[in-house]
Each structure stands twice: as structure tokens, then as C-alpha cells.
């Protein structure tokens, strides 16, 4: 379901957004008046009541939200109560949380959020089977602007075990906190609390972008670890530019081949960004924000008709340049290369104001005579529903369900 994007989409999609703003309302409207009830609920531990009713209200919205509810641990007040409302790993039905936060009213003692906030008491987590007191973690800047994390702990006796994992993601998400277990941890790695000396499973690297550098191996408690991702994180975020990238033109484009052409369908990349095009491929969960501070959205155009037209470079670039040109004349957005597979051809984009990108890319797309089959679609794990296609009769894209571009 589009949400971002319902205006370029159906009546029925349109409808659709409609209905459930007003189940959102509705909800809100719910919670308000049942609070007393809810936090007395909360503070004897009824826990089958509010479990029956965030049943009935919450996930008449939509099934899939899920919900918790706790004391302020990291805000002003600590009677204060904190309801998450979170979608988990579909990532897609985070914009329709984010409506409902915006939507929701202050409430005096309580407080939403569509993150699980990190637990300090995570030792005593309701789905451990072990101890977490031995847990220590060690983090790894990468070049796809995002960290590794490796998690250490007695339970664990070799190293990457399956059956160690799941254990060792509700660590993670306890200490750390959902926000960033979701937009800045890639790969996490178990390692022995025990490991002979020697090298360890990602060795000793220094891994550095400018003047960041972060090294493995540095294990400690995972309270302290929060802190230093916190901190790794604002400094990643203050190299990023200073401007929006439409106020900036790009120098020296690079050739780029992608890793594993027969299934990503794209073996032609030109870039002026070649860390960020690699990273849509690397990165499980991919974050426009790791890479620009202006909530600028990284996009491509996926264009389908025949393989000449494919590879045809001069038809390309020529919009590619024209495309430029007017995105950044109105300070809406700009090009970022192209490319071409074996069913369709690219071109990349960086958006800041999207509904004035559309407009522009639509009219430089039919004036260029582009094939009907023509989308823009997002990398952003949150955005990989939306999508809009040149024409308001050009069909839905087909399903995303990898990253096949």
C-alpha cells in the first residue's frame, strides 16, 4: 500500500489512506478516553486486559502493528508512561506509524513512540534463555555508513551459530534500542566470551571515511556500547554535506560493478556516488538518512521496453542532463547516474521536495517519450512501497521482494 505517495495512486488506494486515517482517529479518540483504565491496567499487570483491548483497537488498523507499554525510562518524568507502537520488521508501515504519532494529541503521563526504547534492565528480558550479564559488544564502521556489531557472551561457544542468533538480536534490540538496531546495524556477528587469543572473527581493522575511524574489537558492556553508537553515529552525521545535494554539482563519475549482476538485472553503473550505490545492494536495511542530513531520498527511474532501448546511452544521458538541470533549478532535487540490465534501464536520483520532482520528472519524461512502463521507486527499506509511474495508467511495478532493483 502506497502512503507517502496515495496521491498518485488510485481512487480505491486513495479510499484506501482515507479509512485508515480514520481508523487512526478513531484509535486516538479510543486511547484518550480509556487512559485511566489503561494505566491501572498497567500498574497492576493485568496484562491480558490491555492485550485484549490494544487487540480490538490497535490492530483493527492493521494487523501486523504491535505494542508494548512502559515507564519513561530515558524521558524527564519516570511515572511517565510510553506506548510503542511499531511494525517490527515491516519496515513498509512505518509512515502510517509516523501519521499516527503526528496525529496523536499530548496526553498528560504518557508518551508514544514507534521505536522500542532500549531496556536498562535487559538482563531480565521475558524471552532470555540465558544469563545477559557476561554480554559485551564491539561495533565496526563500514563503508556503507552503518556498523557491524559483534555480541560476546558466555552462552556462546563457537562463533555465528544459528541458534545463537535470535538470542543475541533481542540483546541487541534490549541494549540498544529498536532506532538503532534498525537504521545503523547491518551484520552482527557472535564471537565466544572465552576466544583463544589470536584473531578474532572480523580481525583488527580500522575502518575510516575522513576523519571517522571506529576499531573492532574494543568489547564492552552494552550499556556503554549504546553510548559509543550514539556518538559514532553523530559523527558520521556531521561529516555528511552541509547542503542538500541539489545545491552541489556532483565531480567525476565512476564506473561501478555491481556484485552479483545476474541478480541484481543491472550490470551498467555510472555514478558519482559509488559507496551509496553499492550499499542499496549490501546494506539489509537501506537509510536515505545515512547518507544525507536533509531528508533527501535516494530514488532511481526504472524505465522498460526493449533491449535497444535499453542501451541506448545518448537517449539517456541526454535526460539525465535535462533532469538536472531542472530539479536543481528548483531546488527540488538532482541526478545521480544510471545505468541499464537486461530488462530495463536506470537512472539514479537524490529527491528533496518530491511532489515538485514528480511534476518535473513527468514532464521531461513524456517530452522525451519515454516508454509507459516507467516508475520512480525508492531504496529506503520504509519507502518500498511507494512508487509512481509516468502515466496515471501506467501499471503497479512488479513486487520487490529482493533487492532486484
Same mark, same amino acid.
Given at each position: ?7 498518485? =495512486? ?17 484509535f ?6 480509556d487512559?485511566d483504565k489503561?494505566a ?5 499487570r ?16 492493521n494487523k ?5 507499554? =512502559?515507564?519513561?525510562?530515558f524521558?524527564?518524568?519516570a ?6 507502537i511499531?511494525?517490527?520488521?515491516n ?5 502510517? &506509524? *509516523?501519521t499516527m504519532?503526528?496525529?496523536a +494529541?499530548?496526553?498528560?503521563?504518557? #508518551? ?5 526504547t532500549?531496556?536498562?534492565s535487559a ?8 544469563n545477559?550479564?557476561? $554480554? *559485551?559488544?564491539?561495533?565496526r564502521f ?12 558466555d552462552?556462546?561457544? +563457537? ?25 545503523w546495524i547491518?551484520?552482527i ?8 587469543l589470536?584473531p578474532?572473527?572480523?580481525? #583488527?581493522?580500522?575502518a575510516?571515511?575522513?576523519?571517522i575511524?571506529?576499531?573492532d574489537n /574494543? ?7 549504546r ?24 565531480e567525476g ?11 541484481? @538485472? #543491472?550490470?551498467? &553503473?555510472?555514478?558519482?556516488m ?5 550499499? /542499496? =545492494? @549490501?546494506?539489509?536495511?537501506?537509510q536515505?538518512?545515512a547518507?544525507? #542530513? ?5 530514488c532511481?527511474?526504472k524505465?522498460?521496453?526493449d ?23 528548483a ?5 545521480? =547516474? !544510471?545505468?541499464? !540490465?537486461?530488462d ?11 511532489? @515538485?520532482?514528480v511534476?518535473?520528472?513527468?514532464? *521531461?519524461?513524456m517530452?522525451? /517519450? $519515454? ?9 529506503d527499506a520504509?519507502?518500498k512501497d *511507494?512508487w &509512481?509511474?509516468?502515466?496515471d495508467?501506467?501499471?503497479?511495478p512488479?513486487p520487490?521482494?529482493?533487492k532486484?532493483?
Amino acid at each position: 500500500m502506497r502512503w507517502h505517495l496515495a496521491e498518485f =495512486g488510485t481512487e480505491e488506494e486513495k479510499l484506501l489512506k482515507e479509512n485508515t486515517i480514520g481508523k487512526i482517529d478513531a484509535f486516538l479518540e479510543k486511547f484518550t478516553a480509556d487512559t485511566d483504565k489503561l494505566a491501572n491496567w498497567f500498574s497492576s499487570r493485568q496484562s491480558d486486559r490491555l492485550q485484549t483491548w490494544f487487540e480490538e483497537n490497535l490492530q483493527s488498523i492493521n494487523k501486523k502493528l504491535m505494542w508494548e507499554m =512502559g515507564t519513561d525510562v530515558f524521558g524527564n518524568q519516570a511515572e511517565d508512561l510510553v506506548v510503542t507502537i511499531t511494525p517490527e520488521d515491516n519496515t513498509e508501515l512505518r509512515p502510517l &506509524v *509516523e501519521t499516527m504519532l503526528k496525529r496523536a +494529541k499530548p496526553l498528560p503521563n504518557w #508518551r508514544f513512540t514507534q521505536y522500542r526504547t532500549p531496556n536498562t534492565s535487559a538482563v531480565s528480558h521475558s524471552l532470555a534463555r540465558h544469563n545477559w550479564n557476561s $554480554a *559485551e559488544g564491539a561495533i565496526r564502521f563500514t563503508e556503507f555508513n552503518c556498523f557491524d556489531l559483534t555480541i560476546k557472551a558466555d552462552f556462546i561457544k +563457537k562463533p555465528n551459530q544459528e541458534k545463537d542468533l535470535q538470542e543475541v538480536f533481542y540483546i541487541a534490540q534490549s541494549f540498544l534500542g529498536e532506532e538503532l538496531l534498525e537504521c545503523w546495524i547491518n551484520l552482527i556477528f557472535t564471537e565466544p566470551k572465552n576466544l583463544p587469543l589470536g584473531p578474532s572473527i572480523l580481525n #583488527r581493522i580500522t575502518a575510516r571515511q575522513g576523519n571517522i575511524t571506529a576499531e573492532d574489537n /574494543q568489547f564492552m558492556p552494552m550499556e556503554e556500547l549504546r553510548q559509543k553508537l550514539n556518538l559514532a553515529i553523530a559523527e558520521l552525521t556531521d561529516r555528511l554535506p552541509a547542503e542538500p545535494y541539489w545545491a552541489t554539482p556532483f565531480e567525476g563519475a565512476y564506473a561501478v560493478q555491481l556484485p552479483h549482476p545476474e541478480k541484481v @538485472k #543491472r550490470f551498467s &553503473v555510472t555514478t558519482y556516488m559509488p559507496a551509496l550505490i553499492i550499499a /542499496q =545492494g @549490501k546494506r539489509i536495511l537501506f537509510q536515505s538518512r545515512a547518507f544525507s #542530513r536533509h531528508e533527501e531520498k535516494f530514488c532511481y527511474l526504472k524505465m522498460v521496453k526493449d533491449p535497444e532501448f535499453h542501451q541506448n546511452l545518448q537517449w539517456r544521458y541526454s535526460l539525465e542532463e535535462r533532469l538536472d538541470e531542472r530539479l536543481r533549478k528548483a531546488q527540488a532535487g538532482c541526478t545521480l =547516474g !544510471g545505468g541499464f !540490465g537486461l530488462d530495463a534501464c536506470y537512472i539514479d536520483l537524490i529527491l528533496h521536495d518530491i511532489p @515538485k520532482s514528480v511534476e518535473i520528472i513527468r514532464a *521531461e519524461l513524456m517530452q522525451a /517519450q $519515454a516508454p509507459e512502463t516507467t516508475w520512480l521507486l525508492f531504496h529506503d527499506a520504509d519507502w518500498k512501497d *511507494e512508487w &509512481v509511474g509516468l502515466l496515471d495508467t501506467t501499471p503497479p511495478p512488479a513486487p520487490r521482494y529482493d533487492k532486484s532493483w
